[in-house]
């Protein structure tokens, strides 16, 4: 059972920049990230494969947030830039050993971290 946990999360200003981590207890082929905040769905933000060269992301994040990750050290990142206040939103990492289409869609993962508040302040 691999493990994820999070942080990196906290309050900034609208036009900063947080970078969240995911540390996970072992290998996983498809990692990704998630937001969420109360009353609504959880919502895709982007997803890796293994190289670290394919990914994915949504449009509201493009240009803005890079996803990445360090397989030697079984880490995953997100690096947030130029924040907005629609952006502040509890973050979850997810992963999946099994999953070889590696898309931001909630359903598709299996495991997750317990998730790291992000609020962004006009």
């Known amino acids: 059972q691999v493990q994820l946990v999070e942080t990196g999360g906290g309050s900034v200003q609208a036009g900063g920049s947080l970078n969240l981590s995911c540390a996970a207890s072992g290998y996983s082929y498809c990692m990704a990230w998630f937001r969420q905040v109360p009353g609504k769905e959880r919502e895709g933000v982007a997803a890796?494969?293994?190289?670290?060269?394919?990914?994915a992301y949504a449009d509201s994040v493009k240009g803005r947030f890079t996803i990445s990750r360090d397989n030697a050290n079984n880490t995953l990142y997100l690096q947030m830039n130029s924040l907005k206040s629609e952006d502040s939103a509890m973050y979850y990492c997810a992963a999946d050993r099994a999953l070889r289409s590696c898309l931001p869609k909630p359903g598709w993962y299996n495991t997750w971290g317990q998730g790291t508040q992000v609020t962004v302040s006009s």
């Open positions: 890796i494969y293994p190289g670290g060269s394919n990914t």
